[in-house]
């Protein structure tokens, strides 16, 4: 019987063929090899399947599964009965990793292995040349993703490995005509649950924000995909650990998407777990919706 690895690394793509031999490339030149690569094809045109039969696997165990196009979250939900690792390690297919990004990985998980409530490793992200770049003063330390990330106001993506055990309970809400939800509700749902995070400060994940990349058009993606980002910030909403500050952006963002759902006022409040306070901030969260409705839907940046 195959030993079961410890990492899962595991790449949602779409349309994304051109890329995925640079990611495999990284993959090959890692320090230690004690891991698997799933892909989650959602629903390619492209080669991506041609492509990814080119891959040896003798260095590492690849496998590929494919599944009607509907979004990266619901390939994230997907991949759950493929998983074979202790961790699960989201790494998409324009990114690459350090040489020591496995090996690093590693060594932090069995550093805190025993403690069954920390779930999440976090490290950094670096775009080169800017591999300086620190969100964190100690090297390491354990909080969870609502004290440190979201109160704190602590900005940028990090590269998140989660104990498989958990990635799994998580389904992320699949909305009909919907195609878009935020790694954020995963992170959120985790922290409410009581899960904690070990944040270490390096850098083991390279990323590109390209032209046709999710970053660049996250905002848009929300605003023709209201439902699920309605549903990502009333998690903040509800929550009684997060900072008024917060609560506050986050009501805004609420009506935004209410408009953009076509959802009537009374509804978003009453929605929102929030109704009163929702009240004072109407007049900015339309204006707010009116600015990015004509800068975000009907435009084409």
């Known amino acids: 019987m195959t030993q079961e690895p410890m990492i899962t690394i595991l790449t949602p793509t779409y349309n994304r063929a051109h890329l995925l031999f640079k990611l495999y490339l990284s993959l090959k030149q890692q320090s230690l090899m004690d891991f698997e690569w799933l892909i989650v094809d959602d629903g390619s045109t492209d080669k991506t399947s041609a492509i ?139 922290a409410k649950d009581g899960y904690k995070t070990a944040y270490i400060n390096k850098a083991i994940y390279i990323y590109e924000y390209l032209e046709d990349g999710l970053t660049r058009k996250a905002r848009r993606l929300r605003m023709l995909n209201p439902q699920g980002a309605m549903i990502d910030a009333r998690q903040i909403l509800v929550n009684h650990d997060v900072c008024i500050s917060v609560k506050f952006k986050y009501m805004i963002l609420f009506w935004i998407y209410g408009f953009a759902a076509s959802e009537n006022a009374i509804d978003i409040m009453n929605n929102s777990g929030r109704k009163t306070e929702m009240l004072f901030v109407l007049p900015v969260g339309y204006l707010m919706y009116r600015i990015w409705k004509k800068r975000y839907l009907t435009s084409e940046r």
């Open 52 to 190: 990814v039969k080119t891959f040896s696997n003798d260095a590492f165990p690849i496998k590929y599964i494919s599944k009607e196009n509907g979004g990266k979250h619901t390939a994230l939900n997907f991949s759950h009965p493929y998983i074979r690792g202790k961790l699960v390690f989201i790494v998409d297919s324009d990114d690459t990793l350090t040489r020591d990004a496995i090996e690093t990985v590693s060594a932090y998980f069995w550093q805190y292995e025993s403690k069954k409530e920390i779930a999440c490793w976090s490290f950094l992200r670096s775009r080169l040349p800017d591999q300086n770049r620190s969100y964190i003063d100690n090297d390491s330390f354990v909080s969870d993703y609502i004290t440190y990330r979201i109160n704190k106001h602590i900005p940028g993506d990090c590269a998140e490995i989660v104990r498989a055990d958990v990635f799994v309970k998580y389904n992320f809400p699949v909305i009909p005509g919907e195609k878009f939800m935020l790694e954020s509700w995963l992170w959120n749902k985790m």
